[in-house]
């Protein structure tokens, strides 16, 4: 009997032991998992809004993925007049307004192509579709285009930080 | 310790100290095996040497494959096919065998739903096959993804996206995958890891524990027969092998196994030296380039039919069906709900059930190819309800089954 609880304690007291340690190399296994420090420091970008060319769809990089920047046209604007969904994804530069959102898809992570003539964007992995605004206008992608955290300063825009222009935008539900 | 006494040869100083006989006998000998069972028995056997032959091209590529972003695409199309001495056969055998051994696997996992093998006391070797069969495509996927070319990133990128579960938005998850934003260097290092280290050992252990979940109700054979391999063996060692039901597994079965190993490693060296192509995708051909997908993205034929059932969904339908693909054929020991352990054609409504199923994978594996558009859509569409409805209605034409 005594020596039953003996070994029981023992028992339990090994299980104790094993029990932290496995706790604590899940927790750094998880850790080391983690985007280094340097990737995360890479992860800003500013743009000089004030060289794009109106109308034309330029890509550029952040955080290795492709950034769709197109200066709307006074066509494009006019368009958009009845849709209030295109234009809360409007971002104001200046005088200038630009459609800025992560170019991919946000059904499965392709990079839709922009078609000028038609003046949207055709994701041909699966067949989904997108307006100048970004917005979705054929599934199976579920929401339009995510914009990316962006703080305007002056007709600079930076990248990964989170102006109040953004916020609101996220606030509004205009993006994820 | 155990009474040990001076060796007469070798093998009996193995035998005392090894136990060498007795594995012998165990593995080999005396390991019984039916004798009504067909050529479709053997892709066991092809798969092992299958598995064999990519480990050896797989050992040989490493020697000279970098797994670094910058690098890996020229370590394999440039330095392994150019330069390297052979180092063409080598990458040839990988990518050929990558290909078949899914053929063979397929063909494996049908013969066993045609012949009932999943049955009655046989539901282990049905289960560990379908884990085998996840870790392979894991294993699969995590190679396709080294020579690091357009369709390895961005296959790696839609995969790794599935993670972010459609409405949940995972990305943090994703994110946390991938070790970067995007898929980059810490992700091309871990999906090495997986692919030389973890999942073959994990693939090892799982062929082990497949052919230990044999080793009690033995193998399932051409009629479904209950064999008492007990009485049969006893016969069989009695020197009357001629009305015993069964036979040794070495030497006897094993020449026949053999032989239509031949048969396939004369067609599989036919594909490694003169068509080999149809195992490399073209597009994987351009370096990866993150700011700028291919016109269109199709994974290997061997996942086509269930990358096909997630398409025609919006997101989080599709990933449920696509869950519902992965793991439901796991599930089918206890979704057949007949007692009949006899091939599909004795058994009425299943035989069509079976031969449907089958079609069925094929249009989604066809149309999975495809483009998304107009009629292929729609073909895509019904194929993937009747993929799913066929699996709901399988537990009731089952129920009722007369016994065979
Ligand atoms: S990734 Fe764009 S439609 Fe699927």
Redesign the interface.
């Known amino acids: 009997m005594k020596e039953n609880s003996r070994r029981g304690f023992m028992g339990k007291a090994f299980g104790a032991v094993a029990g932290l340690g496995a706790i604590g190399s899940l927790v750094a296994m998880?850790k080391s998992?983690?985007?280094?420090p340097s990737?995360k420091a890479a992860?800003f970008t500013t743009l000089d809004m004030s060289i794009y060319p109106e109308g034309e769809m330029i890509?550029e990089?952040w955080?290795?993925?492709?950034i769709f920047v197109l200066k709307k046209t006074a066509e494009m604007l006019e368009a958009e007049k009845s849709d209030p969904a295109a234009q809360a994804r409007n971002i104001k530069v200046g005088n200038d307004n630009f459609m800025v959102c992560i170019g991919?898809c946000t059904?499965?992570?392709?990079?839709?192509a922009f078609r000028k003539k038609e003046g949207n964007f055709l994701c041909?992995?699966?067949?989904g579709m997108f307006n100048a605004a970004g917005d979705v206008i054929k599934?199976?992608?579920?929401r339009g285009f995510d914009i990316p955290p962006f703080r305007i300063d002056g007709n600079k825009m930076i990248l990964g930080e989170v102006g109040p222009e953004y916020q609101a935008m996220k606030d509004n539900g205009v993006t994820? | 310790m155990a009474h040990f006494t001076k060796a007469t040869s070798v093998k009996d100083w193995l035998n005392q100290r090894l136990a060498v006989e007795t594995v012998e006998k165990v593995m080999a000998s005396e390991y019984w095996i039916p004798k009504n069972i067909n050529f479709l028995w053997a892709m066991g056997m092809i798969l092992a040497v299958t598995f064999t032959l990519l480990t050896i091209s797989g050992i040989f590529l490493l020697m000279y494959y970098q797994p670094h972003v910058d690098h890996a695409f020229y370590s394999v199309n440039f330095t392994i096919m150019r330069e390297v001495d052979f180092g063409w056969l080598w990458r040839h055998i990988h990518g050929v065998a990558a290909s078949v051994v899914f053929l063979v696997i397929y063909i494996h996992m049908f013969t066993g739903i045609y012949y009932g093998s999943y049955k009655k006391g046989r539901e282990m070797i049905w289960i560990s096959g379908m884990l085998l069969f996840v870790t392979f495509s894991a294993e699969a996927f995590s190679g396709y993804m080294l020579p690091w070319g357009q369709m390895s990133y961005?296959a790696g990128?839609?995969i790794t996206?599935?993670f972010s579960l459609?409405?949940l938005?995972l990305d943090g998850l994703v994110?946390?995958?991938?070790?970067?934003?995007?898929p980059?260097q810490?992700f091309l290092n871990?999906f090495f890891m997986l692919h030389v280290f973890l999942l073959p050992l994990v693939i090892m252990g799982l062929i082990g524990l497949h052919f230990a979940a044999l080793r009690i109700p033995h193998v399932n054979n051409q009629d479904g027969e209950e064999i008492d391999f007990e009485e049969e063996s006893k016969k069989y060692l009695a020197d009357d092998t001629k009305n015993s039901k069964v036979m040794r597994f070495a030497n006897d079965f094993l020449s026949k196994d053999l032989m239509v190993v031949g048969f396939f490693l004369i067609f599989f060296f036919y594909l490694v030296f003169w068509h080999y192509s149809f195992a490399l995708d073209p597009v994987n051909f351009d370096p990866a380039d993150?700011?700028?997908?291919p016109?269109?993205?199709y994974p290997e034929w061997y996942f086509l039919w269930s990358y096909e059932i997630l398409?025609p969904?919006?997101?989080?339908i599709?990933l449920i069906a696509f869950g519902f693909a992965q793991v439901i054929f796991m599930l089918l020991p206890w979704l057949d709900r007949s007692e009949n352990t006899v091939p599909a054609n004795r058994r009425g409504k299943f035989a069509i059930w079976f031969w449907v199923m089958l079609v069925d994978m094929v249009v989604l594996t066809a149309m999975g190819k495809l483009?998304?558009?107009g009629i292929f859509?729609t073909i895509g569409l019904v194929a993937s309800l009747l993929f799913i409805a066929m699996w709901i209605i399988l537990p009731f034409i089952t129920k009722n089954e007369k016994k065979a």
């Open positions: 998880k998992w983690d985007p280094l990737v992860g890509t990089k955080r290795g993925k492709p991919l059904h499965l992570g392709c990079i839709p041909a992995c699966h067949g599934a199976p992608p579920p994820l | 961005w990128m839609v996206n599935i459609g409405s938005h994110e946390w995958i991938r070790g970067d934003y995007v980059a810490a871990r993150g700011l700028k997908t016109a269109h993205i398409r969904f919006p997101v989080d599709g483009p998304p558009e859509s």
